[in-house]
């Protein structure tokens, strides 16, 4: 029991960082974009947002912005291979090797990308699929940590649960939203 508690303990220290640095580092992203780039034309690209930005606060600025969006593709494109490796091989019993992994998340972009697809409205359709993903994963997650026959003495207390409900149910109607005003163009 100690153990398990010692492990809980740490995941959860691990994750807060994880989520309070990755916070930080897009929250200071959005700050330095609205600052320099509001009225700036040509700004509703992901080119257009780094030249504006290097040309309003320097190149070292934009060089810094390349690698923060760089590197937040990075950290969540290995996030969701690892959640999905971890998912398949834990509940689904299922092993795919790496290199199949890597081929079946790299072609489709790939395809997108070689049929001209606009890059930044490609990154924008993804995220809004990506988006209708959530309650799938938040909503069996919140029952399996809810269950007291799954998780025993560690379930969530009932606060936890009706907190993460509402959260739940705020995240598929902000989904339904974004899919109306993605599809009207809103």
């Known amino acids: ?30 700050l330095v974009a609205a600052a320099s780039l509001r ?16 040309s309003a606060l320097g190149p070292v ?14 950290a969540s494109t290995s996030v969701g291979s690892y959640a999905g490796a ?7 019993k299922v092993r795919v090797p ?10 489709p972009a790939v395809v997108i990308l070689a049929a001209g697809v606009d890059p930044t409205w ?9 988006s209708l993903g959530i309650p799938f994963a938040m909503i069996p ?6 269950s007291k026959e799954v998780m025993g003495e560690r379930a969530d207390a009932v606060w936890v649960r009706v907190a993460g409900g509402v959260v739940a149910g705020l995240v598929v109607v902000l989904n339904l939203a974004l899919v109306v005003l993605t599809v009207t163009g809103a």
């Open 1 to 30: 029991a100690g153990r398990v508690r010692t492990l809980l303990r740490a995941t959860r220290l691990d994750v807060v960082l994880a989520l309070i640095l990755a916070g930080a580092v897009n929250i200071a992203m959005l």
């Open 39 to 54: 009225g700036v034309d040509g700004t509703d690209s992901i080119e257009g947002a780094h030249a504006a930005i290097s």
């Open 61 to 74: 600025v934009g060089v810094v912005f390349a690698i923060g969006l760089l590197a937040s593709g990075l």
């Open 86 to 92: 971890t998912i398949m091989g834990g509940l689904l």
């Open 98 to 107: 790496l290199l199949a992994r890597r081929v079946v998340t790299l072609i």
């Open 122 to 130: 490609a990154l924008v359709l993804s995220q809004v699929f990506l």
């Open 141 to 146: 997650l919140l029952r399996l940590t809810g």
